[in-house]
């Protein structure tokens, strides 16, 4: 009759543990503890190892619920970041079209009124989103945004516009100057410039900038980029030193194009 009893006391306090587990999982958290407060005078009666092995049977069932609990603060943490980074993005486009509307100061172009285009990357010829019907003409110039010359209009098409880049072997030399230390010749090889023609008695110092001087269809003063390195020795009639343009037609998001 004993065991009864104390079979009938632990079925008892089992099913209460799975009561409280339940309602602990539905979020009835009022009702939970009323549970626990009743049940814990009985619990106290309990030996200590059977007390720990009902602790562990109740986190073993409200696991699920806390599993699911972290789930969506796992969710709720990837869309914040998802939101962190699409901000970021609106913030850099802002910012362009900031400066192509004129609201951050350029010097180098707030006198040329340019029309502006983006760099279309399918193409295999370096192109523009822009062309006859917006006012592109051919020999028109082509510059980032912050003023640096990065090539010229060579065909135009209604809504399209090819662009030559200054890099181009094909593209022709340009007469330019190092501000204070005389001028030479700006030529493309492919992937880079070099500005060279420059006598030994002009200093040729790295960091220096290279601006044109000025010849048809090429206005003076702009900025080509700056000596990134000296290719030629002491010894040699001329000096020859390598561009480096500052920026890349195809990493900017607009150009500007004017003449």
Do not use: C
Not at 61 to 69: D, F, H, Y
Not at 81 to 91: E, H, R, V
Not at 161 to 178: F, G, W, Y
Request: glycine content about 8%; cysteine-free.
């Amino acid at each position: 009759m004993k065991n009864i009893h104390q079979l009938t006391k632990w079925w008892g306090l089992g099913l209460l543990v799975l009561l409280g587990a339940v309602l602990d999982f539905s979020g009835s958290q009022v009702l939970r503890l009323k549970l626990e407060s009743s049940l814990m005078p009985v619990v106290n009666r309990v030996d200590q190892p059977i007390i720990n092995l009902i602790e562990m049977s109740k986190r073993l069932v409200t696991w699920p619920n806390q599993i699911r609990q972290l789930a969506l603060m796992r969710q709720a943490l990837g869309l914040e970041l998802a939101s962190i980074n699409q901000l970021d993005a609106l913030k850099t486009e802002n910012e362009a079209l900031r400066t192509a509307l004129g609201l951050v100061k350029n010097e180098q172009l707030s006198d040329k009124s340019p029309l502006l285009a983006q760099p279309l990357a399918s193409y295999a010829q370096p192109m523009i989103n822009i062309g006859r019907e917006d006012g592109v003409r051919p020999g028109m110039l082509v510059a980032s945004l912050d003023g640096v010359w990065l090539g010229r209009i060579s065909q135009v098409s209604a809504r399209v516009s090819q662009v030559e880049l200054l890099t181009s072997r094909q593209s022709e030399p340009i007469l330019a100057e190092v501000a204070g230390e005389g001028q030479g010749l700006v030529k493309g090889l492919g992937n880079h410039l070099v500005f060279t023609d420059s006598p030994q008695i002009n200093q040729l110092k790295i960091g220096q900038k290279i601006l044109s001087v000025g010849q048809p269809g090429v206005p003076a003063q702009e900025l080509i980029g700056v000596i990134s390195a000296i290719l030629t020795l002491p010894t040699d009639a001329v000096q020859t030193a390598r561009i480096d343009q500052l920026q890349d037609f195809y990493q900017v998001s607009l150009v500007a194009v004017y003449d």
